[in-house]
């Protein structure tokens, strides 16, 4: 039995295609293994939204190359960022043993290769029959159908946007927004598959459906996909600032399943700096924003996206923005050192004048201020109820998260996998929080 093995760096993007590949595979008679020693067929599934990443990238192929050596009949596969909707040309000539290259959520060109572009049709497998599926619709690879929790859903493929700082929209192309009813499908399936939670993923997630005439918004979307049986939980990200609709707050607001957690990146709390990264709105926008989520959703937990060091940031136009995250108090803030990306508009026309040490500097004041109040804001669920559901268990512990997004550990001897249950929570720190079974607790 031949064997595949996938490695996969970068977005919730990239795990949901190296899913959707590892079920081509499967489809095509292939079995997963955890060890790339053991493979016939290796997919690095690659990201380069950060040099770090794309750094990672490379140094795993050279560890593969050996391999190649030993074996010249293993197939090794880069899909994703690295490659990009047109760069696999240069490629070829810079990593010469790679078989196969391929575009971001494309796993056309592996499986085209495998099949040597035959066209092939298969008996209904022992798996999708058990699952009541076509095996096209098998979206999952084997060892995850049935143990998977949540999933990932790309709705919106590419980005039209083009900040300055960012690879993506050349990289993944322009902006393509995905069929209402193949959506709707997919959802299905990981339903069927034991899936009981599902993010809807782009880019700028809430400009779904604008490339297409006369279509659905994501708000519409999100009251299609609430009414899939078996899907309990629903998620979307992640947002921007410009699209953030009344329309989408509305349905956050009225429907059950989607959850009260919203991703919405700032990326800096100055004017200048957010006009220099052509990010369309101002630092007051953004707060405008927050407060009228925070009114039309009460409760909601809100995540953020903060960029240091970007060209030409000041220590006063720093400050303007660890001011704006103190205010704002935001539940969850994702912090990352500008690194200049090849190709991008900051890259070409702005020097990379702030120093790593300074950049490291402001990375950790933020990271202290974040620490602070996610510490102060989790504080507030100790001695509440809350629901959470229970994704995986991890050291002897099941871990789970909140509607909003709160990660949760609880010790059960039962299985509580795909369960949601209603927990005590009795200690909280800034990342996690430990809690009880409400229905462990002795009766008062």
């Not at 997963?32 to 140094?59: M, P, W, Y």
């Not at 810079?94 to 092939?120: A, C, K, M, N």
């Not at 953020?304 to 001011?323: K, L, R, S």
Request: net charge neutral; aromatic share 8%; glycine share 8%.
């Amino acid at each position: 039995m031949k064997k595949y093995y996938v490695w996969t760096e970068g977005c919730q993007m990239n795990v949901a295609d190296s899913q959707r590949v590892g079920s081509s595979l499967e489809r095509l008679g292939y079995i997963f293994t955890d060890k790339a020693e053991e493979a016939d067929v290796i997919v690095l599934n690659t990201c380069v939204v950060r040099q770090s990443a794309e750094d990672r990238a490379l140094g795993r192929l050279q560890q593969l190359r050996p391999l190649k050596d030993k074996n010249p009949n293993l197939v090794i596969n880069v899909m994703g960022c690295m490659v990009g909707v047109r760069g696999a040309e240069k490629l070829r000539a810079r990593l010469p043993f790679v078989d196969v290259f391929s575009p971001p959520s494309d796993p056309g060109p592996l499986i085209s290769f495998l099949t040597q572009g035959e066209v092939r049709a298969y008996e209904k497998s022992e798996t999708a029959r058990r699952f009541g599926l076509m095996d096209g619709e098998l979206i999952l690879p084997e060892h995850e159908r049935g143990r998977l929790v949540s999933a990932y859903v790309p709705v919106v493929y590419g980005c039209s946007h083009s900040c300055t700082f960012c690879i993506i929209p050349y990289r993944r192309g322009v902006e393509r927004s995905r069929p209402v009813g193949e959506i709707v499908a997919e959802v299905r399936s990981l339903a069927a598959q034991g899936v009981k939670e599902v993010t809807l993923l782009g880019q700028i997630v809430d400009r779904y459906g604008q490339d297409i005439p006369d279509g659905t918004d994501l708000a519409g979307l999100l009251r299609i996909v609430h009414e899939v049986e078996g899907i309990e939980r629903i998620r979307f990200l992640t947002s921007h600032p410009n699209y953030f609709s009344e329309s989408l707050m509305d349905a956050v607001a009225c429907l059950p399943k989607v959850m009260p957690h919203i991703e919405v990146p700032i990326q800096a709390g100055n004017d200048e700096v957010l006009a220099r990264m052509k990010r369309g709105y101002t630092q007051q926008d953004y707060r405008n924003l927050i407060a009228r989520i925070r009114e039309r959703i009460p409760g909601c937990s809100i995540a953020t996206d903060v960029i240091v060091g970007f060209p030409g940031e000041t220590e006063a136009q720093f400050m303007d923005t660890y001011q704006v995250l103190a205010d704002l108090r935001l539940d969850v803030v994702h912090i990352a050192r500008y690194s200049p990306r090849p190709g991008t508009v900051a890259s070409r026309r702005m020097p990379d004048d702030v120093s790593e040490e300074e950049k490291m500097r402001r990375f950790r004041l933020l990271e202290q201020l974040q620490e602070r109040i996610a510490a102060e804001i989790n504080q507030q669920y100790v001695g509440q109820s809350v629901e959470v559901l229970f994704e995986e268990k991890v050291k002897g512990r099941w871990r789970g998260r909140t509607p909003t997004n709160k990660l949760v550990f609880v010790e059960s001897e039962a299985d509580l996998r795909g369960h949601i249950e209603k927990v005590w929570v009795t200690w909280a720190g800034p990342w996690s929080m430990q809690a009880v079974l409400e229905r462990q607790l002795a009766p008062a």
